[in-house]
């Protein structure tokens, strides 16, 4: 079993950054792919980030491709997500998920494990 849990939300105004970790325990995750979520109130779960744990490969959403970085720390099992020139249009709950292999497709479905979420809000 995984347990996940998100940290670093909060209210930042237009352009400015936050810095989001996720916390991973339970077992080993050499095979992972970890991933970050978010959901806006009325709108479908969006991809937004993923990295595998033991090669770090990063894949992003349009949305976000070039102001988000995804990294991994191995040695406290954490997931951060570095958000610069945040937009109000990037205000929603943040989701941390993992799956158990490797590959590409960031469908929400495909994850089976994730945390309760952490609100980011982006005032202009």
């Known amino acids: 079993q995984v347990q996940l849990g998100e940290s670093g939300g909060g209210l930042v105004q237009a352009g400015g950054s936050l810095r989001l970790s996720c916390a991973a325990s339970?077992?080993?995750?050499?095979?992972?792919?970890m991933g970050w979520f978010r959901q806006a109130p009325g709108k479908e779960r969006e991809f937004v980030a993923a990295?595998?744990?033991?090669?770090?490969?990063?894949y992003y959403g349009d949305s976000v491709k070039g102001r988000f970085t995804i990294s991994r720390d191995h040695a406290k099992n954490t997931v951060p997500l570095q958000m610069n020139n945040l937009k109000p249009e990037d205000t929603a709950v943040y989701y941390c998920a993992a799956r158990t292999f490797t590959g590409s497709g960031f469908s929400p479905r495909s994850f089976g494990f994730w945390g309760q979420g952490t609100q980011v809000t982006v005032s202009s």
């Open positions: 990295i595998t744990w033991s090669g770090g490969d990063t």
């Open positions: 339970g077992r080993t995750f050499s095979s992972y792919t």
